[in-house]
């Protein structure tokens, strides 16, 4: 799934160093999929999950919220798709 992108046109991409991830930053090591205006930060305007570029999560809650987004989803606490 991890596939390593070598377009070498595009590379400017900065660290933002000094600015840990929004759940990092809160010591907070789960995500509650209850928590839905929490959650709601981290997605689109559609409900899409934003990429991590976009989010400033690290990888490990850009999973967390992955999960709880769909758990949320699933749960109907938030839509899948709008249109
Ligand atoms: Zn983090």
Redesign the pocket.
Known sequence: MESNNNNNKEKRQQRRRGK?????KNKQETIDYKDIFRIKKFVSERFKILPRRMSG??S??QRAIAIAVKRARHLALIPFTVD
């Open positions: 840990p991830c929004y759940f990092c999560t690290c490990k809650h």
